[in-house]
């Protein structure tokens, strides 16, 4: 399998817009960040393209850029570089802690954010994150510049609405409300190095009557996309925080996953665990929410 | 670009200059062209870290870096520690303290205790944090606590 290696072509753009004119070439090339996961496939011989475009090194999609009101982070931006940023580890340690919890150092450093979304893993371990923190994914292709909130960018099992000749160019983040509560839990086999079982990135925040009036929950593992439970939202917006309306979250959070039986676990148990990280969640962010 | 590509890029401080198949995993050029057996392969998907290298101070699985993207770095590998036949204090420690076993788990441990002894910069890593760092290799043999009691103590034999 390893000798297909040798026959396969990779093109190396100068920058970004040479790289969005090899892009459209007919043959749909791939492009290559990190290749993390893409050299696993080519290896295994679970990828078809022959054509690459290989964006590792290009300025244009690298660095964080922390403004006022948010981050931006470069499509090649690598978890690693996440995990060390010191704006995004006070301000989105959500997505910092889900950073440091992509594979070990040495997949941190290579892998990038804009290949942990293109790649499209329902298990994808930054994108919960991305979604509770309401990121918003830019898009470029020869034809121009677009961006799609996160939320609209998955719309099925691995199928993005991202078209062939685009690329991933960045990923913007803005800064959750002042005072709310940012959570990213990951269950796997071990604690590192693992494919999860159960991902979720949550953020909370109450009004000045103490009651819910921001809540984003965002899970990984649970369904053949990432995507946000909404009607365990539902249950908790504008609810005072009680053991009651735990409970609540936690019996609409069924409705919203439909985890598998598969090689990682099976689907009793993500339901369970998962709704057992609902209920770590809240009792973090509010300690009403335990109290009986 | 197809067929072969010619690269240069610095391993072990010399300069070198290959010319392979762009998508060729950097750890059969290493093995193969640059002829650096110390860097094993385990698992070749990522999850062992046994090709652990260093490319430009960080670590990476050489297995899942195609070699086009080696391209101008600089790498050091396990061949890259010692100074001839002087170890260095990781490696003694190594020795000294029942670090190494069976052995194909380790130059990769090295090379990730290495990126942890420079991030501390002569500060002494906590047991958590020697575990964190190593997360990424798997070791069969020893249970890690050898391996963990090693790379702190090189730290303490640094200051």
Request: with cysteine.
């Amino acid at each position: 399998m390893r000798a297909a290696l040798s026959t396969l072509d990779v093109a190396r753009p100068r920058d970004l817009a040479d790289a969005l004119k090899m892009m459209r070439a007919a043959e749909r090339p791939t492009p290559i960040a990190g290749a993390t996961d893409l050299l696993v496939y080519l290896n295994a011989g679970t990828h078809s393209g022959r054509q690459f475009v290989d964006l590792w090194g290009l300025r244009e999609l690298s660095g964080i850029r922390a403004g006022r009101e948010g981050v931006r982070l470069g499509a090649l931006a690598t978890f690693s570089e996440i995990r060390e940023h010191p704006v995004l580890r006070r301000r989105l340690p959500a997505l910092v802690a889900a950073a440091a919890e992509v594979g070990g150092r040495q997949i941190q450093n290579r892998a990038t954010v804009g290949g942990n979304i293109a790649n499209a893993s329902p298990a994808g371990d930054s994108l919960p994150a991305l979604m509770a923190l309401d990121a918003v994914v830019h898009l470029r292709s020869q034809r121009g510049a677009r961006s799609l909130p996160f939320a609209e960018l998955y719309r099925g099992y691995r199928d993005l609405a991202i078209e062939p000749d685009e690329l991933i160019t960045g990923v913007e983040i803005p800064y959750p409300p002042r005072g709310t509560v940012q959570f990213f839990r990951k269950v796997g086999t071990r604690r590192a190095q693992s494919i999860s079982k159960v991902v979720m990135a949550g953020v909370l925040g109450l009004d000045r009557k103490r009651r819910v009036s921001h809540v984003r929950l965002a899970w990984g593992s649970v369904a053949p996309v990432t995507l946000r439970s909404t009607h365990a939202e539902e249950a908790l917006q504008g609810a005072t925080p009680s053991p009651e309306a735990a409970s609540r979250a936690r019996e609409a959070l069924a409705s919203d996953i439909s985890p598998i039986d598969d090689i990682r676990s099976d689907r009793d148990y993500r339901t369970t665990v998962a709704g057992n990280v609902l209920l770590q969640f809240l009792r973090a962010a509010d300690p009403r929410f335990a109290r009986t | 670009m197809s067929g072969r590509a010619t690269l240069s890029f610095t391993v072990n401080g010399k300069r070198r200059r290959v010319s392979v198949p762009p998508m060729k995993r950097l750890l059969d050029v290493l093995r193969e062209e640059c002829r650096l057996p110390g860097t094993k392969e385990g698992c070749g998907e990522g999850e062992c870290g046994a090709c652990t290298v260093l490319i430009d101070g960080r670590t990476v699985n050489s297995c899942l870096v195609p070699a086009v993207q080696a391209d101008g770095a600089t790498i050091l590998t396990v061949e890259g520690l010692a100074r001839g036949p002087k170890l260095t204090a990781l490696q003694q420690a190594f020795v000294e303290m029942g670090g190494a076993q069976c052995g194909i788990c380790t130059p990769g441990i090295l090379l990730s205790a290495h990126e942890l002894l420079r991030r501390k910069r002569g500060k002494v890593p906590s047991d958590p944090e020697v575990r964190e760092a190593l997360a990424g290799n798997l070791c069969r043999c020893t249970g890690y606590q050898k391996i963990v009691d090693a790379v702190r103590a090189a730290a303490k034999s640094k200051r």
